[in-house]
């Protein structure tokens, strides 16, 4: 299944997170990268903070929707009133017949109920509202998918950086035993009047700046570890290794004229700012149904009832009609409306234009750089044997007095760049390789499969250096719990 293949119509709109739950329910195994990936896609705050933000936006068209459904309203009192009258005339002289003259005193209660019904037949902003509402729906599916997309090459890019600076830090340890015997050696023909000072203090130098590597490597290594951590709300002690065999090819096909086809027709991050255009053009239309008139047929019904010793029994009425509203003027807010959607459209066009600019940029540098990538290996490899060559002879012309000790000690860090430097190449085109499956929509489950079969079941640990506390790895990468929805 590819990611761009999204039906904008509910209920054929799939997002991604179901495919990949189905596709990685896996036996419990050793932390791989299909592993990590859906411990990501279960505990990833970003992304669960998208899904969310997609049901809200699903919820906001039911509230839209309501506008056009049938509106029933129910109001009531019930009133306890004290009335008392005292009131006189000229021609009585103020008196009045009967024990009180003149005086009225009452004590009752009213009842009042009122029922209301309401079906608007006409109203065309509420339809617009709905309409809006259904595009910005189509929209979040695509940003939604973009968020699992990122968040895809976010844990391969952390997943291959640790394997990098894994190796790295190999490397770099393998350089500091080997300047470290190289000074041993200087030392020892220093005391015995082989060499001079300098040579031990050349070697000193160069065992200090290797040592200085290896510490940043396993920096390196601690960070890359905690990044992973980060994006997946687990710990791992230890991760699958990359093998040698790891194929090294061009990507496929090899037309890069294809790869940007794609990224226009699929990268979700394009699709959603064309989402986006429909959006703002409903928006226009919307502000302009403002000015039409608004059409509903109503029903109510009303009861009230009374004690009172001068008016007492109930009555009842009931109306059934159809009202209607036409805004004349309305201070010319309406024309502010229409001209302000108009901006926000033009400014949606533009911000496609250069989402679309951008992606095909990025496609191109991509296909550049993991075309690049695939030459560079073989150099990096070839390098590897040629600084070894180098490093041999450079001994050889050391052991002979035709060579000094720097030339040694420049072949030994020579070699170990190399070492390094073809590290960095390998996962180069691993990730490179993946973002422009991303850029073109087609980063998806089949390819992190693909690059998971590159695996070769091999741990790669991480353990805290100089440390034997058995605990210090999970006090190094806790980062807290996290959140608990709904409180």
């Known amino acids: 299944m590819r990611l761009a293949h999204w039906a904008v119509n509910a209920p054929f709109r799939p997002l991604l997170l179901a495919v990949l739950t189905t596709s990685f329910i896996l036996p419990a195994q050793a932390a791989d990268l299909v592993t990590?990936?859906?411990?990501?896609?279960?505990?990833?705050?970003?992304?669960?903070?998208a899904r969310s933000e997609?049901?809200?936006?699903?919820?906001?068209?039911?509230?839209?929707?309501?506008?056009?459904?049938?509106?029933?309203?129910?109001?009531?009192s019930a009133v306890h009133n004290e009335q008392f009258e005292s009131q006189g005339s000229a021609s009585s002289g103020g008196t009045g017949s009967g024990p009180n003259p003149g005086v009225s005193d009452d004590s009752y209660n009213t009842?009042?109920?009122?029922?209301?019904?309401?079906?608007?037949?006409?109203?065309?902003?509420?339809?617009?509202?709905?309409?809006?509402?259904?595009?910005?729906?189509?929209?979040?599916?695509?940003?939604?998918?973009?968020?699992?997309q990122q968040l895809l090459i976010d844990v391969a890019s952390a997943y291959f950086n640790i394997l990098r600076a894994h190796e790295v830090l190999e490397a770099r340890l393998a350089?500091?035993?080997?300047?470290?015997?190289?000074?041993?050696?200087?030392?020892e023909q220093f005391e015995v009047g082989l060499i001079a000072i300098t040579e031990v203090e050349e070697a000193r130098a160069s065992f200090d700046q290797s040592r200085a590597d290896r510490i940043a490597a396993e920096s390196n290594l601690q960070v890359a570890f905690e990044v992973l951590?980060?994006?997946t709300g687990q710990r791992y002690a230890s991760i699958e290794a990359l093998g040698d065999s790891m194929p090294i090819a061009l990507p496929t096909p090899t037309d890069r004229d294809y790869w940007v086809e794609q990224a226009i027709e699929r990268n979700p991050q394009v699709l959603a700012q064309q989402a986006g255009i429909d959006v703002s053009r409903v928006g226009v239309e919307l502000a302009r149904a403002g000015r039409l008139?608004?059409?509903?047929?109503?029903?109510?019904?009303?009861?009230?009832?009374?004690?009172?010793?001068?008016a007492s029994g109930y009555s009842t009425s009931a109306q059934v009609g159809v009202s209607a509203n036409l805004p004349i003027y309305t201070g010319g807010s309406t024309s502010a409306s229409i001209r302000q959607g108009t901006f926000q459209l033009e400014s949606s066009q533009y911000d496609f234009e250069s989402q679309r600019r951008t992606t095909i940029q990025q496609v191109r540098?991509?296909?550049?750089?993991?075309?690049?990538?695939?030459?560079?290996?073989?150099?990096?490899?070839?390098?590897?044997?040629?600084?070894?060559?180098?490093?041999?002879?450079?001994?050889?012309?050391?052991?002979?007095?035709?060579?000094?000790?720097?030339?040694?000690?420049?072949?030994?860090?020579?070699?170990?760049?190399?070492?390094a430097n073809y590290a960095e190449a390998r996962y180069d085109y691993v990730v490179n390789?993946?973002?422009?499956?991303?850029?073109?929509?087609?980063?998806?489950?089949?390819?992190?499969?693909?690059?998971?079969?590159?695996?070769?079941?091999?741990?790669?640990?991480?353990?805290?250096?100089?440390?034997?506390?058995?605990?210090?790895?999970?006090?190094?990468?806790?980062?807290?719990?996290?959140?608990?929805?709904?409180?």
């Open 293 to 310: 008139p608004t059409v509903q047929a109503f029903a109510n019904y009303q009861y009230a009832d009374s004690d009172s010793d001068l």
């Open 111 to 148: 009842v009042s109920l009122t029922l209301e019904a309401t079906q608007a037949l006409f109203n065309a902003v509420t339809r617009q509202e709905v309409n809006r509402a259904e595009r910005q729906i189509d929209q979040q599916v695509y940003l939604l998918a973009a968020t699992e």
């Open 36 to 49: 990590i990936t859906r411990d990501a896609l279960n505990n990833n705050a970003a992304l669960a903070s």
């Open 175 to 187: 350089q500091e035993r080997a300047i470290g015997r190289q000074l041993e050696q200087a030392q």
């Open 365 to 419: 540098s991509l296909y550049t750089q993991v075309s690049n990538n695939v030459e560079t290996i073989e150099a990096r490899q070839q390098a590897i044997v040629s600084n070894r060559s180098a490093l041999e002879a450079t001994r050889a012309g050391y052991e002979v007095g035709t060579r000094n000790i720097v030339d040694v000690l420049n072949a030994e860090q020579n070699l170990y760049n190399a070492i």
């Open 433 to 487: 390789l993946l973002s422009l499956r991303q850029q073109a929509g087609l980063l998806d489950v089949e390819a992190i499969e693909e690059v998971n079969a590159w695996l070769t079941g091999d741990d790669v640990n991480f353990i805290l250096p100089e440390s034997n506390e058995p605990d210090a790895y999970q006090r190094a990468m806790d980062i807290g719990a996290p959140p608990t929805p709904g409180t």
């Open 229 to 231: 951590e980060q994006l």
């Open 54 to 76: 997609f049901s809200g936006v699903e919820a906001a068209r039911d509230v839209a929707r309501g506008g056009l459904l049938p509106q029933v309203n129910a109001s009531g």
